[in-house]
């Protein structure tokens, strides 16, 4: 709120004069931060939490759908710990909402959703079948706003004899098509996906599946009279323990490999392998902070309890320099580290 983060800017400023900076030079740099205030709107957003990087050329400011513990930082680089979990790829997950009236594609973390455009894949059974020929072959009740089909509601297919089996064999092109362009479009794809829809259609989509990682279960119900939120919540349900299966996983890999030479704990070690590539999975306390200066060409490490002007979080370095190399990071509370120690890692070699 309002007073927290004037109490914050005060602490910046602060900051600011211990590592050197001139009184109105510091002052000067908070200006637009400290604007915000009187900034009522701004107080207004949506958001659980608030992330504001402020530089000599710029005042970026992030609402954020996860609470953060308060924390002022001062340095050459902006702190990115508490906030890699909005961005690593153990989040990230799609959902294709299927209806014969529609297709939608979201893309997804653990803490969002947004609806990606389609291209390359019908957007509807007639679309995909050419409504001329289905219409010869098939006949279908709720030809718009009726008492049967409500606006909204998926318009139903039937076939003629044959107990609906020519439906179902159309709908099963329908979806190969589906398939085609959903691969095409995202390539072999490494997030897993999460299926909404009515249950046939869900289970005539499986038979049409080629991605690899489609996850079982699904969202049941008619997608086109769910929010993009109300998805998005159903659909992580199902994705959860995939993520915390891998999770697990690569905790029970560090274990396996500790003695080894490919797992370490040690700060220095984790340090210099992070920032030279080899850090393959980072393991670090979401909410610890290890204060210090790191000189890795002398290969000093000096560690305090508290901050002293010029020190860094050497956690968040280590993160930071991971991320910039591909690596994978689980950002955690200290009780969930593998061997409850701040920082730990897999190594490529």
């Known amino acids: 709120d309002v007073i927290a983060f004037k109490n914050l800017l005060r602490r910046a400023e602060e900051y600011l004069i211990e590592l050197g900076m001139r009184a109105p030079e510091a002052v000067s740099m908070l200006s637009e931060a400290r604007a915000l205030l009187a900034d009522t709107p701004f107080w207004r957003s949506e958001g659980r939490g608030l992330a504001v990087f402020i530089s000599e050329d710029a005042t970026d400011t992030y609402r954020l759908p996860i609470a953060v513990d308060e924390l002022v930082y001062a340095g050459d680089h902006v702190q990115v710990k508490p906030l890699v979990a909005l961005v690593a790829r153990d989040g990230v997950f ?37 409504y001329d020929v289905w219409e010869k072959q098939l006949q279908f009740s709720g030809l718009g706003p009726t008492a049967a089909a409500p606006a909204g509601r998926s318009t139903m297919f039937h076939g003629h004899g044959g107990g609906g089996e020519d439906a179902k064999d159309a709908i099963l092109r329908y979806f190969r098509l589906v398939d085609t362009g959903l691969r095409e479009m995202i390539g072999p794809g490494s997030e897993p996906l999460v299926l909404a829809g009515v249950e046939y259609l869900l289970a005539i989509y499986r038979e049409a599946n080629t991605y690899p990682v489609l996850l079982d279960g699904g969202v049941t119900g008619n997608p086109d009279d769910l929010s993009p939120e109300t998805l998005h919540d159903r659909a992580w349900a199902i994705a959860e323990p995939y ?21 370490t704990n040690d700060l220095k070690d984790v340090l210099a392998a992070a920032k030279y590539g080899r850090v393959d999975t980072l393991f670090v306390a979401v909410d610890r902070q290890r204060w210090g200066v790191w000189d890795p060409g002398a290969g000093s490490l000096d560690v305090h309890d508290t901050a002293r002007p010029g020190d860094e979080d050497l956690l968040d370095s280590a993160t930071a320099y991971t991320v910039a190399h591909g690596g994978e990071v689980y950002a955690m509370s200290a009780e969930e580290l593998p061997d409850k120690e701040p920082v730990s890692a897999l190594l490529r070699y």
Not at 243 to 253: L, T
């Open 243 to 263: 993520f915390r299966r891998a999770q697990e996983e690569a905790s029970e890999r560090y274990r396996a490999r500790a003695g080894t030479g490919l797992a």
């Open 94 to 130: 799609r959902v294709l909402a299927l209806s014969q009236q529609s297709i939608r594609l979201l893309e997804g973390t653990r803490f969002s959703t947004r609806e990606v455009p389609v291209s390359g894949m019908p957007t509807s059974l007639a679309d995909a079948l050419k």
